[in-house]
């Protein structure tokens, strides 16, 4: 069943399909955490519904191009663009991130890559997923070290990486990274609430960049995170 939800930003709204993975707050601090200049071009890889690519473009002002292997969620997301009148600045790609990645043309093309990737490896959701949920949370389609090598690929040297994250997988991601030359920069934890302990990390990394990381204080999620 559709629906449709006001993102409480400047009258953007997403339409929403409940037989496929919805968007939640992890996508919304992704793109609020995400750093860009208006000249930057950005990819989203594994853009879903097109939740990211259309806050990215709105919010920091550039153009977009969102990658979504699955036909039907790709379609959803070009759905979205055309219902918030961002035809002219955002482009839906229905492809598997690695063969976008991979093509010449696309080498260093962009100068901010995000991405959502599935929290978890293949066959450990909780096993009552339909295909197309499982997809988006489970490592089928693409592992955590193929989403850095992408990202690794599809940047310029000195572009910016940003990813979401379980905090239980924060140090192979600084690790799948690193290994990817995406030297970790920025760090951030998340609490679902104060009183709760961290379940999630942003994290920011520069291709090629010098060592260094910095810390930000932790802190609860925003719900629906509009600045």
């Known amino acids: 069943m559709e629906r449709i939800d006001d993102l409480q930003y400047k009258g953007l709204k997403l339409i929403q399909d409940d037989a496929q993975f919805c968007f939640g707050c992890d996508a919304v601090e992704l793109a609020n955490f995400a750093d860009s200049g208006k000249k930057d071009r950005a990819c989203d890889l594994g853009c879903g519904n097109g939740i990211i690519p259309v806050l990215l473009s709105v919010k920091k002002d550039i153009n977009v191009v969102g990658v979504e292997i699955q036909k039907e969620v790709a379609a959803l997301a070009r759905r979205n663009v055309e219902l918030n009148g961002l035809t002219q600045r955002i482009e839906i790609v229905n492809a ?124 609860a999620v925003k719900s629906y995170g509009m600045e």
Request: with cysteine.
């Open 96 to 219: 598997r991130m690695q063969d976008y990645a991979a093509e010449r043309s696309n080498n260093g093309a962009f100068g901010v890559v995000t991405c959502n990737p599935p929290y978890r490896k293949r066959n450990s959701g909780l096993g009552r997923e339909n295909s197309c949920i499982a997809v988006a949370r489970q490592e089928i389609e693409v592992t955590l070290e193929e989403v850095a090598d992408c990202a690794k690929r599809l940047l310029k040297s000195g572009g910016r990486f940003f990813t979401v994250g379980q905090t239980e997988r924060l140090a192979e991601t600084l690790t799948l990274c690193d290994a990817a030359r995406l030297k970790p920069k920025v760090l951030q934890i998340l609490r679902p609430t104060d009183k709760k302990p961290p379940h999630l990390f942003l994290l920011k990394c520069i291709k090629d960049g010098a060592d260094g990381m910095k810390v930000l204080p932790e802190r």
